[in-house]
């Protein structure tokens, strides 16, 4: 998951760059050096001077008489041009005439005094929190400062896939190349977080972490080389987190909502009933959820990824339907499946993926993905096409690459097997997940948000 100016010094588009004081001295200046040149011409004395400092030198050089009388009237017939004030010039007189006319004295410019604007008084900086998710497939951090009730502004990111859980469901255990490059990607966190003054942080590790035989071992690595002290979490936690990092794309007239976080080694599914009085955290509404041991990286190892049949595909859904039929809980919102105000909500790559082919866009743009409603046709139309993608085509698709080309045909297994169990006319697509509930939760509790809570919109 996951921002050109013109410089401090800069002037404004228009403006001088020089302080008024200045700009009265050039202006003076200017006036007195046009001055200057303009008496000398007028001058008769100047005139003279030159005239004797003519003859002299054709006396010397022996030059007939006529030519210096044509180099006399050249002289004197050249023409003396006073500029305006602007650079303009407004008329071209004889230096004779110019003569003739009495000395002009200008006046002089008084400088303008510089105004300075009274001082800023000091901004409060305000206080920076950080979250941390390292999961099944991917390592991910943001770093993010209060903004209004229940917003934040991010001031770094970062997301690597490290693929951590990479052989995990054969040996049941972290494999040391997936382990080499998750500690490599938390060392960049590591140094972002050491750059920053945070007061709060959560660095959180999911399933890989969870259910791997060597996960706590790996965790005291992370800790001697890249200095950061993770927690494993469980899947309640994580279900709770889903959740709350997506408060705000749940609108005020929604009466259910079946949120579901299809991760790489887990699958947490919430079911939520806002039927009843509302209130401020969307994670109070909860009143059922599991966390499917399968995911993507889980299920496309079992399955196959890379090449992937119709039939194949189908038997990745039935397994995932299985375990749902088993899901005590799942039919705690069947009050509101059939409202217009009942919707599913999905925060995973593989909604995010098909978003992003669903748009055709040219490149992922979060900005576009993050919030869009896509309907049920809609739906049935991108897992289509990607059942009927080849690898490569996969592949080649820029919301889809090279990274994501053998897991996200069982993410849409996953959310096909969602869907047969809350079939749902609208599905809400999110960017958001893990980290933004950790950043909403611990700004809630740091109080933050206290004293605008009465301007909510």
């Known amino acids: 998951m996951e921002d050109h100016d013109t410089g401090a010094g800069a002037s404004a588009v228009g403006m001088s760059g020089a302080s008024p004081a200045q700009s009265a001295d050039q202006h003076t200046a ?8 303009h008496q000398r011409h007028a001058d008769p004395r100047h005139a003279n001077q030159r005239q004797t400092g003519a003859s002299q030198a054709d006396q010397q050089g022996n030059q007939p008489k006529g030519k210096t009388r044509k180099r006399r009237k050249r002289k004197r017939g050249r023409k003396v041009f006073a500029r305006d004030e602007n650079g303009a010039v407004p008329h071209a007189a004889p230096a004779s005439t110019a003569a003739n006319q009495p000395r002009t004295v200008l006046p002089q410019v008084e400088p303008r005094p510089h105004l300075q604007a009274p001082p800023r008084p000091p901004q409060q900086e305000l206080p920076v929190f950080a979250a941390l998710d390292l999961g099944t497939n991917n390592c991910r951090l943001l770093v993010a400062v209060p903004g209004r009730h229940g917003q934040f502004r991010v001031i770094d990111a970062f997301s690597r896939i490290v693929r951590l859980g990479e052989g995990l469901t054969a040996s049941g255990r972290l494999s040391h190349a997936a382990m080499d490059r998750a500690v490599e990607a938390l060392k960049v966190c590591g140094e972002k977080l050491r750059n920053r003054k945070i007061r709060k942080a959560r660095l959180i590790a999911t399933e890989a972490c969870r259910s791997a035989a060597n996960g ?18 469980d899947r309640q936690t994580e279900a709770r987190l889903a959740v709350s990092g997506c408060g705000s794309l749940v609108e005020r007239d929604t009466q259910g909502v079946v949120l579901f976080d299809i991760g790489g080694g887990s699958s947490e599914i919430a079911l939520i009933d806002l039927t009843g009085r509302r209130s401020p955290r969307l994670a109070n509404h909860i009143v059922s959820w599991t966390s499917l041991p399968v995911g ?12 992937v049949t119709r039939e194949t595909f189908a038997a990745m859904v039935d397994d995932v339907a299985a375990r749902l039929k088993v899901f005590d809980g799942r039919d705690r919102l069947a009050h509101v499946l059939a409202s217009p105000n009942f919707h599913l909500l999905g925060t995973s790559g593989t909604v995010t993926t098909l978003a992003g082919v669903h748009l055709d866009l040219e490149r992922y743009d979060r900005r576009r993905v993050d919030g869009l409603w ?9 897992i289509e096409r990607l059942i009927g993608w080849d690898f ?10 090279a990274d994501r080309a053998d897991l996200v045909l069982a993410g849409c297994a996953i959310l096909e097997a969602i869907r047969g169990v809350w079939p749902s006319e609208r599905l809400r697509v999110a960017d958001r997940g893990l980290r933004e509930g950790i950043l909403s939760e611990l700004m809630a509790d740091d109080g933050v948000w206290r004293g605008d809570a009465g301007r909510r919109a």
């Open 30 to 37: 200017r006036f007195s050096r046009h001055a200057g040149a």
């Open 216 to 233: 706590v071992e790996f965790l005291d690595r992370v800790e001697r080389e890249a200095g950061l002290k993770l927690e494993i979490i």
């Open 296 to 307: 993507v990286v889980s299920l496309a190892e079992r399955f196959g990824g890379r090449t």
């Open 374 to 382: 896509m309907d049920r046709d809609s739906v049935d139309r991108m």
């Open 392 to 401: 490569q085509q996969r592949c080649a698709n820029p919301c889809i690459g």
